[in-house]
């Protein structure tokens, strides 16, 4: 196998929910100019397709409803690689999120001649997420967005629908979605970390502050 093309980065971002991630991600993609591989959106996309791979993965979320393997996901990262240009760095976001996935995913990269350059890891606490997720609504019929200091009735002024929570973003299920994601998780965090590969970042600045300290770091 050829030596992975060195001038090319590839980045890794991990983050717990209300960290900014998908903030993050977007700035990354645009001034980075890389291709950003969103493994969960890419499990959903290729569950609707009627591919072989897609068969797979939907038997396994909307019929089964479990967890996707780990060499499932190595094969939706490799099967995104394919279609990318090898001149173009990529962003994986959400992946690898167990321990048990670095290889899949260190592997998938290697077929393409890809090594990862840095793990950023958005850091924040679990009373910080609680707080920042809490306060989001939405239309539980268009699915506009609104935070809780805008709600100041229970009908949409946009479609005249429902404004409700969803389960996940109630303080509870903010709790156990975070609980979940650090339990699985920080022993990748750990792994990385030891490679000296982890930028570890505070999330609780503002966005662009965050991602100012990301380009000095990654410079």
């Known amino acids: 196998m050829n030596t992975p093309i060195e001038s090319v980065k590839n980045y890794v971002l991990l983050g717990p929910p209300g960290s900014g991630k998908s903030t993050q991600a977007t700035k990354l993609k645009e001034k980075l100019h890389l291709a950003h591989v969103d493994v969960g959106s890419e499990l959903r996309r ?121 389960q996940d973003d109630t303080p509870d299920g903010v709790a156990k979605r975070y609980e979940v994601f650090m339990a699985e998780t920080r022993p990748v965090i750990e792994y990385f970390e030891e490679q000296r590969m982890l930028l570890r970042i505070d999330a609780r600045m503002l966005p662009d502050e965050i991602f100012e300290i990301l380009m000095k770091k990654l410079a």
Do not use: W, Y
Not at 60 to 88: A, P, Q
Not at 103 to 126: C, G, N, P, T, Y
Not at 152 to 163: A, N, R, V, W, Y
């Open 46 to 166: 290729l569950a609707e397709s009627e591919t072989e791979l897609g068969k797979r993965i939907h038997e396994v979320i909307n019929v089964k409803k479990e967890l996707v393997s780990d060499g499932l996901i190595g094969c939706v990262v490799e099967h995104v690689l394919k279609g990318i240009k090898s001149d173009t760095g990529v962003l994986v976001d959400g992946a690898p999120r167990r321990i048990s996935q670095v290889d899949e995913v260190e592997q998938a990269l290697a077929l393409h001649e890809r090594k990862i350059a840095k793990v950023i890891f958005l850091d924040l606490s679990l009373e910080e997420a609680v707080k920042r997720i809490s306060i989001r609504f939405l239309c539980l019929k268009c699915k506009k967005p609104f935070i809780k200091q805008e709600v100041m009735s229970l009908i949409c002024d946009q479609c005249g629908g429902e404004i409700g929570q969803r």
